[in-house]
């Protein structure tokens, strides 16, 4: 087997079924994730109780703005490392993902430290209810531990993908969840020899489960020579030059606050769901549940759009970008528009495993579901072009859409109408958000003078820095 068995040139081929093929490990990963994460709530609520939940709950919240302050730059650097081997430029695709590592070790070391001295605060700050305090802190020092290597398989997970390959993540994606899973009731009930940990166990859990599976990565990486490794003269790139570093940075900040933007949209979404009682509340969620799901495809078609297109500017094939847009976009309609029809028809079998006996709450999330949920398909629209328009380093745009589209059209219209909807108004918001958003997406990609933007000067530069320190650049594809 060579080093690029798992590879795809995304600069060649039927786009349709090259974009398919490098979109469903994508998914997979996500799926993987998720249901990981349902599978441990599942574990600490059965064995430990409501109190630990919610401090795991409190926990999550800080590990969601942790990892959306890294993935910006993650996203950075996997857009340049496309366009890097677009151009068949692998010292300079190593280049960034070196200057990239060296970013996110000094991330580690930093959440390490102060996450572990400012956990009582940060809990404080939360208003975690005294009797959950103790419990959240002990699981969230050993989860700011546990960050370290989650950020940088995060890192070398996006940049496998930068350079065509989506397979690999997937795989030990399915380790690391596989021994979380298996690990959280061991630890948290002390299994066999083992002393029982209780809260702590799960955390213990997610610990040796990143450790175990980025150690299975890098290994795998350096066993089949992939192109997203470092040898020799080439650790030096751990010390990026300073326009390299900055473009990661300035590129990758408005990423990582589209994720901030959600999550603040979200809360203050929340704020006005809580007002309609507990029945609507607990309604909300079960529909939420099933938009995780939902949202899934957009998502991993994003990603591929974004890898295919970052590959095909770096090759200067641009006819193909358009091509690829269009594919993302039918894709995207096929497969969110599939799950959608399937949720609806199936959504009061599917909330009953989250509401149980509650007919109230399964009568209003089925309402949720009925007005929201197809707005998804939009939403996955804005998703694909927004994919396109980054890949070229148009990073701005799409941070203000979003905002527009989450702030004040879904949450202006959501507590304008409120007084004359009442519930409603709130679910009919978010087709009104996935609208407006799509169509501001639709208008700046085509009208936005993102084709003229350049990310980075990165192959000219490169190419003397090389010359100078007689590293050859250009170099063909490793095979093996």
Same mark, same amino acid.
């Given at each position: ?131 959950? @305090? ?149 309604? @909300? ?7 995780? @799901? ?38 995207? &309609? ?100 996935? &609208? ?7 208008? @700046? ?36």
């Amino acid at each position: 087997m060579t080093a690029n068995a798992g590879r795809r040139d995304l600069t060649t081929g039927p786009i349709g079924r090259t974009l398919l093929l490098f979109a469903l490990p994508t998914l997979g990963s996500s799926v993987l994730q998720s249901l990981n994460g349902s599978i441990n709530a599942i574990w600490i609520g059965q064995f430990l109780g409501a109190r630990a939940l919610a401090a795991t709950t409190n926990a999550n919240i800080i590990m969601f703005l942790l990892v959306a302050a890294t993935f910006g730059f993650g996203m950075a650097a996997t857009i340049l490392i496309g366009q890097n081997m677009g151009r068949r430029d692998v010292d300079a695709a190593r280049r960034v993902l070196g200057a990239a590592l060296g970013l996110f070790l000094i991330i580690s070391v930093l959440t390490v430290i102060v996450g572990w001295l400012a956990a009582p605060a940060i809990l404080r700050a939360l208003s975690t209810p005294d009797d959950v @305090y103790p419990l959240a802190l002990a699981y969230l020092r050993i989860i700011f531990v546990a960050m370290p290597p989650g950020f940088v398989s995060v890192l070398f997970t996006m940049a496998l993908r930068g350079v065509g390959d989506s397979v690999t993540p997937l795989k030990f994606m399915a380790l690391g969840s596989m021994l979380d899973v298996i690990l959280n009731p061991v630890f948290i009930l002390g299994l066999g020899p083992l002393p029982a940990l209780g809260i702590q166990g799960s955390a213990l859990a997610t610990l040796i489960a990143n450790a175990a599976s980025l150690i299975g990565l890098v290994g795998f990486i350096y066993a089949r020579d992939l192109v997203v490794r470092l040898r020799g003269a080439e650790w030096r790139y751990l010390m990026p030059s300073t326009e390299l570093l900055r473009t990661i940075v300035v590129k990758g900040f408005p990423m990582g606050l589209q994720m901030l933007v959600v999550s603040t949209s979200a809360l203050a979404m929340m704020g006005l769901v809580n007002r309609h009682g507990t029945a609507t509340t607990a309604a @909300y969620g079960a529909a939420n549940q099933l938009w995780t @799901y939902i949202q899934m495809p957009a998502m991993a078609v994003g990603a591929a759009v974004s890898a295919m297109v970052a590959q095909n500017i770096g090759a200067g094939q641009w006819d193909r970008v358009d091509r690829v847009t269009r594919a993302g976009l039918r894709m995207n &309609l096929l497969l969110t528009g599939a799950l959608v029809a399937i949720v609806t028809l199936l959504d009061r079998h599917v909330l009953w495993l989250f509401l149980g006996s509650e007919p109230a709450a399964i009568d209003i999330a089925t309402r949720i579901n009925l007005i929201a949920g197809w707005s998804f398909m939009l939403f996955g629209i804005s998703m694909v072009l927004a994919a396109t328009v980054r890949a070229n380093g148009a990073v701005v745009g799409p941070l203000v859409i979003l905002a527009i589209a989450m702030f004040p059209v879904r949450f202006g219209l959501a507590y304008a109408l409120s007084p004359m909807l009442g519930s409603d108004a709130i679910w009919w918001s978010f087709p009104a958000g996935s &609208l407006a958003s799509m169509l501001m997406t639709i208008a @700046y990609y085509r009208r936005g003078g993102w084709r003229k933007g350049k990310l980075t000067a990165a192959p000219e530069e490169c190419h003397e820095q090389a010359m100078a320190e007689g590293q050859p650049t250009n170099k063909a594809m490793p095979v093996g």
